[in-house]
């Protein structure tokens, strides 16, 4: 004598059942992924300052992913706005203390002039990108020839642009 629970009439049942429960933990699964906020994988060193003794170079990048980094820093950023604010920790840019503005011209290059010793932030922007740097004038032993700065967008695994490289005299 068969079981009332079991048998070749409740294996369909049984199987509904198990395809029910499951559906249920994908839709459950599926609400949490969507309440979840967005987390980006890379962050910044707060208070990190390049140092730098003058500012002054080019901007680069692309915002083709994948490339690799001689390619992606062989495309000049044209006609790009820079703008350098007095440095303020956890400040909206509206109420940072604008210091001076420049355009790069057709060779991605630009140049601030003589600035005074102190922290900045370094803010370059076109239309598919807006990259802030904290830099800090400063005396050093070397003197800055020039910075390069990458403003391509950083890949997932926290590689890409995002680079401020300094070539010193």
């Known amino acids: 004598m068969e079981d009332a629970g079991s048998g070749p009439r409740n294996g369909g049942r049984d199987k509904r059942m198990g395809l029910l429960q499951r559906n249920a933990a994908i839709v459950v699964f599926s609400l949490l992924l969507l309440a979840v906020a967005q987390v980006h994988a890379c962050s910044w060193a707060v208070g990190y300052f390049y140092q730098v003794t003058a500012l002054k170079g080019r901007i680069v990048g692309t915002n083709f ?46 140049d601030f002039g003589p600035l005074k010793t102190g922290h900045y932030t370094l803010i370059a922007e076109e239309d598919w990108y807006e990259e802030w740097f904290d830099v800090e004038v400063k005396d050093l032993p070397k003197l800055t020839e020039s910075v390069t700065v990458d403003v391509s967008p950083v890949l997932p695994d926290c590689t890409g642009g995002h680079e401020f490289i300094i070539s010193t005299k």
């Not at 706005?81 to 440095?87: P, S």
């Not at 840019?93 to 790069?104: A, G, N």
């Open 65 to 110: 992913h994948g490339l690799p980094r001689w390619l992606r820093q062989s495309f000049a950023r044209k006609h790009a706005k820079l703008t350098l604010y007095e440095y303020q920790s956890y400040s909206r840019r509206s109420d940072k203390r604008l210091v001076s503005t420049v355009e790069t011209d057709g060779d991605g290059s630009f």
